[in-house]
């Protein structure tokens, strides 16, 4: 049996309620088939607006196999490319971030205007035509101030996922914001455990003191059902989106995105220690109420978030192995506020790096037990661990229907 007939066929028998099978989580030729069919066909969150502010600024990223660089070109608009020479393949940039007003390979310094026109490389004798070799270009959308890549040729439609994130992202104005910190953590775990951790709090009161100040535990703010039933979470509905900020859980056909603002506890208005802001400027002029909790943004494969009244949070997943995922958290703010004035990094960002340390250490106990040979999958509970059936669910019929042809949607990868 190849495979991917193995891979299809441990689907199909996987027990309702129950997790994966050890392979999911552990063998190199299960990770290939994650990283062709999702990391390397879906569209992935990779960065914010902010970060390439002015033209000429750039950033990088590795996705799997494929180094990325995102740039804002001369006239504004935010682009991507394949970080590969098309003289002889080096990478054009190396650096994580920069700015630069024109792209050249440092290997023999073939140049390449900000749009990816090539524009010179020297000495390739007469008939060479510089048109034909240009940088190879990666499909790239921006909403709310959120930078989206896509791996395909002919990517899935991102108008749908627009009209769902763009309303609830808007009145953040982020944007207008700058990134205060950033954190990047390997977890020693596969991509999975790392999401299926991340869509559960029935573990968070026996592991993460910090966050469980501010942030409640309560399966209708983590999971997928129930918000709508809860008094506490209809009565912030109703008080935010009259406000005129969107609020009421809305989650796409397929399962893979969703947005809803979940009230903090005992009137919190931040991730602090002490439940008060982190920033004495608000996020967004546009946004003047208090107490208006977390818009909580999950897209898979790539990423979660909380934005607040006074700052946001990004988590961006990038696979690295079948056993290592890597963690990128962003802590964003108003571009004027000032740090020592405004904020300190210290209060800003002690709750998630706390939280995301206390993550990366269950992330790998899990991994750790499940490459014993004992382990077989367990059942998940109903009441607490929905987010975690519905991540689930969600791999396992899009797996599917890729492995058997049955997803017209998705061309080949670039």
Avoid at 233 to 250: D, K, N, T, V, Y
Wanted: charged letters at 25%.
């Amino acid at each position: 049996m190849d495979i991917r007939n193995e891979l299809l066929r441990d689907l199909r028998n996987r027990k309702p309620g129950y997790g994966l099978e050890q392979a999911f989580y552990s063998d190199p030729d299960y990770f290939r088939l994650d990283m062709e069919n999702i990391f390397y066909r879906d569209w992935l969150f990779i960065g914010h607006d902010c970060e390439v502010a002015k033209p000429g600024n750039f950033f990088t990223v590795q996705v799997g196999d494929y180094p990325v660089v995102i740039v804002r070109d001369r006239q504004g608009q935010i682009r991507a490319f394949h970080n590969s020479c098309r003289h002889r393949g080096s990478r054009v940039c190396s650096a994580e971030r920069g700015t630069s007003a024109k792209l050249v390979c440092p290997y023999h310094q073939w140049t390449y205007e900000l749009d990816g026109r090539l524009l010179f490389a020297r000495q390739m004798g007469d008939d060479f035509d510089a048109s034909q070799h240009s940088l190879k270009p990666v499909p790239c959308e921006s909403v709310g101030g959120y930078i989206f890549i896509c791996l395909a040729q002919n990517p899935v439609d991102f108008s749908a996922a627009r009209a769902l994130i763009e309303p609830y992202l808007a009145p953040h104005h982020l944007t207008e914001t700058k990134v205060a910190f950033q954190s990047t953590i390997v977890e020693k775990g596969n991509w999975k455990l790392v999401w299926e951790n991340n869509r559960e709090c029935y573990h968070c009161v026996a592991n993460h003191p910090e966050l469980c100040k501010t942030f409640p535990e309560a399966p209708s703010v983590s999971g997928v059902q129930g918000a709508a039933d809860d008094p506490e979470i209809a009565a912030h509905w109703q008080r935010c989106e009259a406000a005129g900020l969107p609020s009421a859980f809305r989650m796409s056909d397929d399962g893979q995105y969703r947005a809803t603002r979940v009230p903090l506890l005992r009137d919190a208005e931040s991730y602090t220690m002490s439940g008060r802001r982190a920033v004495g400027r608000q996020l967004s002029n546009s946004v003047n109420e208090k107490q208006i909790g977390s818009l909580l943004l999950f897209h898979y494969p790539t990423t979660w978030n909380h934005v607040l009244g006074d700052h946001a949070i990004s988590f961006r997943v990038l696979p690295l192995s079948p056993d290592e995922t890597q963690v990128t958290t962003k802590w964003l703010v108003h571009k004027d506020a000032v740090e020592g004035v405004d904020y300190t990094i210290e209060e800003l960002t002690h709750v998630w790096l706390e939280t995301n340390d206390q993550d990366r250490r269950i992330v790998e106990e899990n991994a750790f037990g499940i490459r014993s040979p004992a382990y077989e999958p367990g059942p998940y509970s109903p009441e607490h661990e929905g987010g975690v059936l519905q991540f689930l669910e969600w791999y396992c019929r899009f797996m599917e229907e890729r492995l058997s042809g049955g997803d017209t949607r998705l061309s080949k990868v670039a």
